[in-house]
C-alpha cells in the first residue's frame, strides 16, 4: 500500500505540505463505545483518521511531523496480543502498520506520550481536533511539558492548538475519480434496497421488517454497513424528521418513507424515497407528492457549477411554499409566505448537506461568510421534504417578518437565550392568525433524497435507479419481492 499511487499516502503528502515543517498533526482513530456491561455498539472508524491512514482498527493514533528526519508519518496501535485476538479479532501491531500502511515508523500505544513528546520538540503548531474526550487531556499535558523543554533547553515548542479537521474538511470536500467510484457503488447497493423494500412492503408487515428486506439486499449485494441508522417511518411517523423506532405496524393507505443507505469502504450513500404501502398514491398524497417532485427537480437542475447549496435550499424552498398555498395548507401569498416563513409549518430542515465518509460530510457551507459555490468532485443530496403532522389541523401564523440569517447572527452575537427571547417577543407583539388546514393531507409526510456529485458541465446522480416519479414507484411496487413475505 505504500508509495504515491496509495491514495492515502497522497493526502498524508498534501496535508504534510499544507501545514508546514513547524507543525505536528495528531489524528486520533475512533474508540469502541461501550453498548452495555460489556458488549459494544458497532466499531465505526473515525473518518478524518480513516481518510489520511485506511487502517481500521481502534484507539491507534497518526502523527504526521513533516520534514522530520526519520519519516513524516507515524502510527501508534494497539499491539499484538494473540490471547486478546483470540476473542476480539486481528490486530496488524506496529509491524503490520509499517509493512501494509505505509507507516514511516509505528509504535505500540504504550510509548505514545514519550515519543509524542519527544515529536513535539521544534515544532510551533500542533494541529488537532480539541473536544476529544480520549486526548485532550494528554495533548494539553504534553504541550506543558514541551513549555518546561523549552524553558530549561530553548528552541521552538507548540504553542498554539488548531483545528486539524478544517483542512481535512476542506479536502475531502474534493472527491477523487476513485472516491466517486466509491460512492456510485455504495449508491447502486443502497438503491437496490430501496427498490426491494418498495417490493416487499405491504399493509400487515411491521416497519422493522420492511427494513430487514431493505438492509438485506444490500448485504447481499457486498455492503457490510448501513451509512447511519435506517429510517422506515409509516403514515404519521413520516413527519418524525429522525424516526428510527420502526416498531408501527404498517396499515393500508399509509405511505411509507424510507431515509435509509448503505455504508462501502467508508463512503456513505444517504436515499430516501417515500411510497404507498398498498401500492397505490391517494388523490391527497398524491398531490403532495408531486409539490416535493418539484422540489427536488428543481434543487437537482440547479446542482450544477457556480451554484450553491444555499441557492438550491432557498429555490427548493420556494417551489414548496408554492406548493403548500396551492394546495391551501397556507393563508397567504407567496412573497409573504416566504418573508414570514410560514413554509416552516411544513418544511424546517435544510434541502441537502455534502456526502462522503460522513453522510452529513465534513466541508464548509459558507466561504468568508458568502454561500459556498458548488465546484466539480463535490458530492452532496437534494432531498426537499413535506409533513403534514396529525396535530396540524389548525395553525397559528404570525404575520411577521423577519431575516433568518440576520436572527442566527443575533443569536451568536447577544447569546442564544437572549436573542430567542427577543425573537419570542416579536411574535408576541405580532399579529396572529389561525388557518385550518385541509383535512385530507393531515398525517402525510414526504421527503425525497437523491445524491449527486458535480461535474464540470452539470452533475452525475448516483441515484436514479431507484425511480421517484409516481408511475415508477407505482409499477415497482405492484412487482414480486424477490424475500418472501412473513
Ligand atoms: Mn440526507
Known sequence: MAGMSDPYAERRARLAKEIGEDAIAIIPAAVEVIRSHDTEYEFHQDPDFFYLTGFPEPEALAVITPGHSEGEYTLFVRPRDPEMEAWDGYRAGAEGALERFGADRAFELASLDEVLSRYMIGREVIWYRTGNSHHDARVSSLVAKARNHRERYGGAVPSAVRDVSVLLGEMRLFKTDDEIDALREVCELSALGHAEAMRFAAPGLYEYQVQAALEYRWRLA??????????????????????????RLIEDGDLILI?????????????TRTFPANGSFTAPQRAVYEVVLAAIDKGLEMSVPGSSPRAI???????????????????????????????????????????????????????????????????????????????????????????????????????RAAAMAKEAEAREQAEKITHVVPPEFLGIGIRIEDDVVI????????????????????????????????
Open 222 to 247: 457486498g455492503a457490510r454497513h448501513n451509512g447511519y441508522p435506517s429510517i422506515v417511518a409509516s403514515g404519521p411517523n413520516a413527519c418524525i424528521l429522525h424516526y428510527v423506532e420502526n416498531h
Open 259 to 271: 431515509d435509509a443507505a448503505a455504508e462501502l469502504d467508508g463512503y456513505s450513500s444517504d436515499i
Open 313 to 415: 435550499h432557498d429555490a427548493a424552498t420556494r417551489v414548496l411554499t408554492e406548493g403548500m398555498i396551492a394546495l391551501g395548507l397556507l393563508p397567504k401569498g407567496l412573497d409573504e409566505s416566504l418573508a414570514m416563513h410560514h413554509y416552516n409549518q411544513f418544511y424546517f430542515h435544510g434541502t441537502g448537506h455534502w456526502l462522503g465518509l460522513d453522510v452529513h460530510d465534513m466541508g464548509t457551507y459558507r466561504v468568508d461568510g458568502v454561500p459556498r459555490k458548488l465546484e466539480p468532485g463535490m458530492a452532496h443530496t437534494v432531498e426537499p421534504g413535506l409533513y403534514i403532522a396529525p396535530d396540524k389541523g389548525e395553525i397559528t401564523l404570525t404575520l411577521l417578518e423577519y431575516d433568518q440569517d440576520e436572527w442566527n447572527q443575533r443569536r451568536l452575537v447577544e447569546g
Open 455 to 486: 461535474t464540470d458541465d452539470g452533475h452525475e446522480n448516483l441515484t436514479t435507479t431507484v425511480p421517484k416519479g409516481i408511475d415508477e414507484i407505482e409499477a415497482l411496487c405492484a412487482e414480486t419481492p424477490t424475500l418472501p413475505r412473513p
